[in-house]
């Protein structure tokens, strides 16, 4: 299995509501990241986690919650999000020291 | 400033016409990506590089990584309208072997083929 598992494709929530985005990987890759992208904009990172622990937070608003129960699954908990926030979340996981990135198709969030 | 400039922003070719596409780092490269990206999909791995003066050819498409300039340019010959999309080129800078740092990237190239 060479993929990185991104789901759901698509989501629509509300200001209010409490969601969950998942990513899953079965590379025995140990470091995993969340992206955010912008329409027409470069992906910007967001979480790195290596050896399931939070290495990297680049000053994401705390409205964005990311887990890493094992080292196959990454989750980012959304929690009162603003219409801004819309966006793709792309997941890509890595060896811990080698290059090596695998992106997943991402998931296209819409706050409304 | 930019720590990755891409170039140019956009570009229109004429379908079988030959074009380049430039990335050149601010600061020292361990490892340059270059992707394709249709919009709103995900990112499609086009080649990694991490070498100076490696150079990797795909199909119609060819990469180099010149060490000296910091600069990593990406070849497409004779383009075909399955080319185009927005290609973007990502940039790590963890040396200890590799990196769990995460990739920056340029701003994208905006390629459109003319028929």
């Known amino acids: 299995d060479t993929e990185v598992t991104q789901t759901p494709k698509h989501l629509v929530m509300g200001m209010t509501n409490k969601k969950s985005l998942k990513c899953e990987q079965h590379?025995?890759?140990?470091?995993m990241y969340w992206y955010k992208q912008k329409a027409k904009k470069p992906p910007e990172l967001m979480f790195v986690?290596?050896?399931?622990?939070?290495?990297i937070n680049e000053s994401v608003p705390s409205r964005f919650s990311p887990e890493c129960p094992n080292s196959s699954l990454l989750n980012l908990h959304l929690h009162a999000l603003q219409p801004e926030d819309s966006a793709l979340y792309l997941c890509a996981s890595s060896p811990a020291n080698v290059y090596g990135y695998t992106f997943g198709s991402g998931t296209r969030l819409t706050v409304v | 400033s930019q720590e990755l400039e891409q170039s140019p922003q956009s570009l229109i070719v004429q379908e079988g016409k030959n074009l380049t596409i430039n990335c050149t780092s601010s600061k020292t490269l361990y490892g340059l990506y270059w992707y394709k990206q249709k919009y709103g999909e995900g990112l499609i791995f086009l080649m990694m590089?991490?070498?100076?003066?490696e150079e990797k050819s795909h199909e119609k498409i060819t990469a180099k990584l010149d060490e000296k300039k910091q600069q990593s340019s990406l070849h497409i010959t004779a383009s075909q309208p399955s080319h185009a999309g927005i290609y973007l080129c990502?940039?790590?800078?963890?040396?200890?072997?590799?990196?769990?740092?995460?990739?920056?990237f340029g701003k994208g190239t905006h390629l459109i083929i003319q028929p």
């Open positions: 590379m025995g890759h140990r470091a």
């Open positions: 990502g940039a790590g800078y963890f040396y200890s072997g590799g990196g769990a740092d995460g990739l920056t």
């Open positions: 590089l991490q070498k100076g003066g």
């Open positions: 986690y290596s050896y399931e622990k939070l290495s």
